[in-house]
């Protein structure tokens, strides 16, 4: 097989490029490509394909709002038991299936994330359209889901033995107010033995998230006793003064590089046009490529609340009816963190590229690879193949075509670091 022997001779170059220095490749990198295993298991994708499709289009259609992943969980559950792995549900709601390997002291990870950002009462169904697929959740992250069970497969069917354990995992809580709790459980679970995660996210062969990028999101609640607008005028009003400490805040500066954005999402308040309103609330989003520049930007968004309640009770001509409270809350903070380029998870992934034909811009975004990369852990993100757009819309498409060389380009990098256990006799 030309691909096999061209396998060999990349990893077996001493210096690949200026960023992968030999001496960060994985160990048995230079083995385990040309076995018949591997060349087995990689040759599994093709003939599957109909098949692989079928399991995307099944567990898209199982709904996984927020909070209710567990019904496509036990479905994934299945699939990955039927692959011969040991499969547990953990306290979290993320499905584990453990491909033990022949040093059980160390762990890599293969994960997909369950949940859409769908409500419950979303129609889930996916239409045929020639060759696309449509349907909310088919390519975020029904793509990721269904490479995540085909690779298990695949080690199953070529009988793969690694040489570090691998985990393949199902987990909940990756959008929005999840906050990302069923990688944070799985990390703390795992963290003394895991050396790697690879994520699965979304379709596409084009990129690797490598750069964890941190964000915040905070609501702020301004309340007052609330009263009549004509008898009781002058009485402090939440909704002024949430507009006063909006205009401070959006005239924060915030620096080109590193880049900080923020986003007013949400605001609400007030029950009728003839009221003074006893509550107002805004949700603010608040990204950085710094942490420093996260917390300068949140502790400059409590003190614009803080000066618009001011301003308010200030200029309000009645402060005997009742004062103004504000209070800021959390919803979600995602930790930041970066993969070094000299680290062997990206050699594995720069190999595999390499092996299939296929390049990766390096990017930063906010994903499961988040929570290890920020303990330290190497953590990559990147699509599972296909073509896709629209996530998050009710517009969501996939497209298969191609779709072997992510499942490919996914299972090189996961046997890249995990490794392949030796064989006696071969
Ligand atoms: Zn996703």
Redesign the pocket.
């Known amino acids: 097989m030309k691909h096999a022997a061209l396998w060999v001779i990349l990893l077996t170059m001493p210096v690949r490029s200026a960023s992968v220095p030999h001496n960060s490749k994985p160990a048995s990198t230079t083995q385990f490509a040309d076995t018949s295993e591997v060349r087995s298991a990689l040759a599994w994708f093709a003939r599957n394909v109909t098949w692989i499709n079928e399991q995307q289009v099944r567990l898209t259609e199982i709904p996984a709002a927020p909070f209710q992943e567990a019904q496509r969980a036990a479905a994934v559950k299945t699939l990955l038991a039927s692959s011969g792995l040991d499969v547990q549900i953990d306290k979290t709601g993320n499905v584990i299936g453990e491909l033990r390997g022949a040093n059980e002291k160390e762990i890599v990870v293969l994960s997909a ?1 369950l949940d859409t950002v769908f409500p419950p009462s979303t129609d889930v169904k996916v239409r045929h359209e020639g060759a696309r697929l449509l349907g909310p959740g088919i390519s ?2 029904g793509t ?1 889901l269904a490479a995540l069970i085909a690779i298990a497969r695949a080690c199953q069917e070529a009988q793969i033995h690694p040489r570090r354990s691998i985990l393949f995992v199902a987990d909940v809580g ?2 929005g107010e999840g906050n990302l709790r069923g990688m944070r459980a799985l990390i703390d679970a795992y963290k003394s033995k895991l050396k790697a995660v690879i994520v699965l ?2 379709s596409g062969t084009d990129h690797v998230t490598t750069k964890a990028l941190a964000s915040r999101r905070v609501e702020a609640i301004i309340t007052g006793p609330g009263g009549h607008s004509w008898s009781d005028f002058g009485m402090p009003n939440p909704i002024n003064a949430l507009v006063r400490a909006s205009v401070r805040f959006i005239n924060t500066r915030v620096p080109v590089a590193p880049r900080t954005t923020f986003n007013i999402g949400q605001i609400e308040g007030g029950t009728s046009v003839n009221s003074i309103p006893y509550e107002a609330k805004l949700k603010v989003d608040i990204r950085s490529e710094s942490e420093d520049e996260l917390t300068k930007l949140e502790s400059a968004l409590r003190d614009s609340i803080a000066a618009g309640v001011r301003d308010e009770m200030e200029s309000a001509r009645d402060r005997s009816k009742g004062k103004l409270e504000w209070k800021v809350n959390l919803l979600g903070s995602r930790p930041g963190g970066e993969l070094p380029a000299n680290s062997s998870l990206l050699a594995a992934l720069r190999a595999a590229d390499e092996f299939v034909g296929t390049q990766s811009r390096v990017e930063r975004s906010s ?1 499961d690879a988040n929570v290890p990369l920020s303990h330290g852990i190497e953590a990559i993100s990147i699509g599972a193949g296909g073509t896709g757009g629209g ?1 998050h819309s009710l517009n969501e498409w996939y497209e298969p075509a191609g779709r072997e060389l992510g499942l490919k380009r996914a299972l090189l990098t996961l046997l890249g670091v995990s490794g392949l256990a030796e064989e006696k006799s071969r």
Request: no cysteine; proline share 0%.
């Open positions: 994330h975020d992250n990721g990756e959008e996210d979304g994903t996530a």
